[in-house]
């Protein structure tokens, strides 16, 4: 176990604005709860503190190791830490001041990557959550979410209990219909996402849309279906001419709009922004107020570009190309948006593609 050196410590809080306790002899970590790997915090992995009922949002670029949160805890004040990072798989611990192991975990349950720390703390004093990506993957966004009860600042003070922190998703499989939980999305929450005059805005990172297939027939049914991969579609010269013949994955936004009385969540390709930033989204356009499909170029397509270099008769010139996944009216689009996470889901026509889309926020 490893310990860190007091004028150190003692220089790291006073960085980060905040006074240091001693911690109490009973703080001390348990062997089974200690881990080797984990050492002292060097410095740019203190990334601020957070206060009982506050959910922080922390970017980890991957170096150095970790990140963490100072807590000011108070004896005999429950702890419970949640830390999720969408689409990735979150490890944290949970220290004392003097940098001990005091408790550590990685997934919280069956069907989930979060990761989740209840203790009752032995002292009045700093404790850290401590925490990074399991397999060291880089620029992931860290959602730590702190409710605390009892102790000398809790409820023993008289005030209100904090809200407990939201139950864990039960899975992160976008086909998965109770992969997002949560409550409907309101018109305040909505606008504090997108921020005053927004007519789009990205509410969270880029995903891989995911495609399933099964066989279907009217007289036999549809058999089971194959394990979710990317989706992927073969791309056309913009100018309607040559088939590229090449079939890539792509990537797809969120981005939320508030007109009038009118929620909407849009799922668009990531190149839309590029090839055409203006331009009216095309895609998935869920209307949240009236749970409806809003129609783009007849059939609500979803659209991808690609750049490529194109040989000519003048030399080689940059050329778009193009491919449109059909995501129309003929097709069933369910789409489910909560304060949480939002999740898309189109069958086609003939049942025999779903794809999918799972964001968290």
């Not at 940098?99 to 404790?127: E, F, P, Q, V, W």
């Not at 109770?178 to 805005?201: E, H, L, V, Y």
């Not at 007849?298 to 995501?327: I, K, N």
């Amino acid at each position: 176990m490893m310990k860190l050196g007091m004028g150190l410590l003692v220089t790291m809080m006073l960085g980060a604005g905040c006074a240091v306790a001693d911690a109490d002899a009973n703080d001390e970590p348990t062997a089974e709860a200690d881990e080797s790997e984990l050492r002292t915090l060097r410095p740019g992995e203190l990334a601020g503190t957070i206060a009982c009922g506050e959910t922080k949002r922390v970017r980890h670029s991957g170096s150095p190791t970790y990140r963490a949160l100072a807590i000011a805890a108070q004896k005999g004040q429950a702890l419970d830490v949640r830390v999720s990072a969408p689409g990735h798989d979150a490890v944290a611990w949970l220290t004392s001041a003097s940098n001990g192991t005091l408790a550590r975990n990685d997934d919280a349950g069956a069907g989930t990557k979060d990761a989740r720390i209840a203790y009752t703390a032995k002292s009045t004093s700093r404790h850290h959550v401590v925490f990074r990506e399991k397999n060291y993957e880089d620029g992931v966004d860290f959602d730590v979410t702190l409710a605390c009860s009892g102790g000398a600042g809790g409820t023993d003070a008289g005030g209100p209990p904090p809200p407990p922190p939201p139950p864990p998703p039960s899975s992160d499989d976008p086909f998965d219909a109770t992969s997002c939980q949560g409550s409907p999305i309101t018109m305040a929450q909505a606008i504090a996402r997108i921020g005053a005059g927004n007519a789009f805005k990205e509410i969270a990172p880029a995903r891989k849309l995911m495609a399933r297939k099964r066989s279907c027939n009217p007289v036999t049914g549809c058999g089971a279906w194959s394990a979710p991969a990317p989706a992927t579609t073969t791309f056309y010269m913009a100018s309607g001419g040559d088939n590229y013949n090449v079939a890539r994955p792509f990537d797809v936004n969120l981005m939320f709009s508030v007109t009038g009385n009118a929620i909407e969540a849009v799922i668009e390709d990531v190149s839309n922004r590029s090839h055409c930033p203006g331009c009216t989204p095309s895609g998935i356009a869920w209307n949240v107020t009236t749970s409806k499909l809003r129609d783009h170029y007849g059939d609500a397509a979803l659209f991808v570009y690609y750049p490529r270099w194109t040989h000519t008769s003048s030399g080689f010139q940059l050329m778009d190309t193009w491919a449109s996944v059909p995501l129309g009216p003929q097709a069933t689009t369910s789409v489910t948006v909560t304060d949480r996470c939002t999740r898309a889901s189109v069958l086609s026509k003939d049942s025999q593609t779903e794809y999918a889309a799972l964001f968290r926020y």
